[in-house]
């Protein structure tokens, strides 16, 4: 079963715009992980958001958490070419060796 | 530093073969955890071990086995390959839980069964 389920599923936007993707989650977590993953390549961490957080930051990249709505968003600013990938959020399940990804949203920069 | 390590990146199987999945990492890491992801999903956790000496059922373990052999590495062993395990397995590790930090990912092993 999946925890957590990305909002779009694919997103394209022009060179420049900002994305937004949004994240779902049903159970109660610790904290909340937003992933990238190039074309045929590993996943690489992008930020980590604990539960009594509600917003941060790191470079382009602004994340929220709602946990009253079970809820996260990852906003990509003034998107690149090289953003286009897919972004996976995660979420720690019953233990914190457990980490749950979503379906993902697969996000197109067009140049 | 290499990061961490899959062998092999490919490999074909037919129904019923044995195979062993290679993960190596030179982090020093504690954990160490084995995912697949099919075609248009996330990915679901197989195995996961915690810590030298121990391994603990994720999501999907049926039909695999795993073993740590030491703190560096950790093993995915397909007894009897079924069409359903075709999919890309992904090594990962961690300092400490899952939830506490960043995990480390490999580029993935993509297994076709036949």
């Known amino acids: 079963s999946q925890q957590g389920e990305e909002d779009p599923q694919a997103l394209s936007i022009q060179e420049g715009e900002n994305a937004t993707m949004n994240c779902s989650y049903k159970?109660?977590?610790?904290?909340l992980q937003w992933y990238r993953q190039n074309s045929g390549r590993g996943l690489v961490h992008l930020i980590l958001i604990r539960s009594n957080e509600r917003e941060k930051h790191s470079g382009r990249l602004r994340v929220t958490l709602d946990t009253s709505k079970k809820s996260s968003s990852l906003l990509i600013t003034a998107s690149r070419a090289a953003d286009t990938a897919s972004y996976f959020c995660?979420?720690?399940?019953?233990?914190?060796?457990?980490?749950?990804f979503g379906s993902g949203t697969r996000l197109l920069v067009r140049p | 530093n290499a990061g961490v390590t899959q062998t092999p990146k490919f490999q074909v199987l037919k129904t019923g073969q044995s195979m062993t999945l290679q993960c190596a990492q030179d982090?020093?890491?504690?954990?160490m955890y084995w995912y697949r992801q099919d075609p248009g999903m996330g990915l679901r956790l197989i195995y996961y071990s915690a810590s030298e000496g121990t391994t603990d059922k994720g999501e999907v373990p049926n039909g695999y086995n795993v073993s740590r052999l030491n703190k560096r590495e950790f093993s995915l062993r397909l007894e009897s390959a079924a069409p359903s395990q075709t999919s890309v397995y992904f090594c990962?590790?961690?300092?400490?839980?899952?939830?506490?930090?960043?995990?480390?990912f490999g580029e993935g092993s993509r297994l076709t069964v036949l």
């Open positions: 995660a979420t720690d399940k019953d233990s914190s060796y457990k980490l749950i």
């Open positions: 990962a590790s961690s300092w400490g839980g899952a939830n506490t930090g960043e995990l480390f």
């Open positions: 159970t109660s977590i610790n904290n």
């Open positions: 982090m020093n890491h504690n954990s």
